[in-house]
């Protein structure tokens, strides 16, 4: 088992920065995840590092403005989100999975956080 704390939510202005932090324990896993939902969508992959490598992968939307990071000592990841805009308003989670590939569905992912909200005000 793994388990996921998450916590660095909250409410910014339109342009704000806003940093996400999950804490990891328990067995070991190859990647973390980054995933998001919006009120009435779908669950939307965000970003995910490869924890051995440190390779990183983004979503489209969110390339150039996010970054996914990693502190091996502290077992954490990090989301620094930049240039935040309304449409990024959702209630983030961070996910584990011990699979060998980059995978970007959240339905392969084993463990989950409980997810933190991120407001972003026009």
């Known amino acids: 088992q793994v388990q996921l704390v998450e916590s660095g939510g909250g409410l910014v202005v339109a342009g704000g920065s806003l940093r996400l932090s999950c804490a990891a324990s328990?067995?070991?896993?190859?990647?973390m995840g980054w995933f998001r939902q919006a009120p009435g969508k779908e669950r939307d992959f965000v970003a995910l590092i490869n924890w051995s490598s440190g390779s990183t992968y983004y979503s489209d939307t969110v390339k150039g403005r996010f970054t996914i990071s990693r502190d091996n000592a502290k077992n954490t990841v990090y989301l620094q989100m930049n240039g935040l805009k309304p449409e990024d308003t959702a209630v983030y989670s961070c996910?584990?999975?011990?699979?060998?590939?980059?995978?970007?569905?959240?339905?392969?992912?084993?463990?989950w956080g409980q997810g933190t909200q991120v407001t972003v005000s026009s």
């Open positions: 328990g067995d070991t896993f190859n990647f």
């Open positions: 996910a584990a999975r011990r699979g060998t590939l980059p995978l970007k569905t959240a339905g392969r992912y084993n463990y």
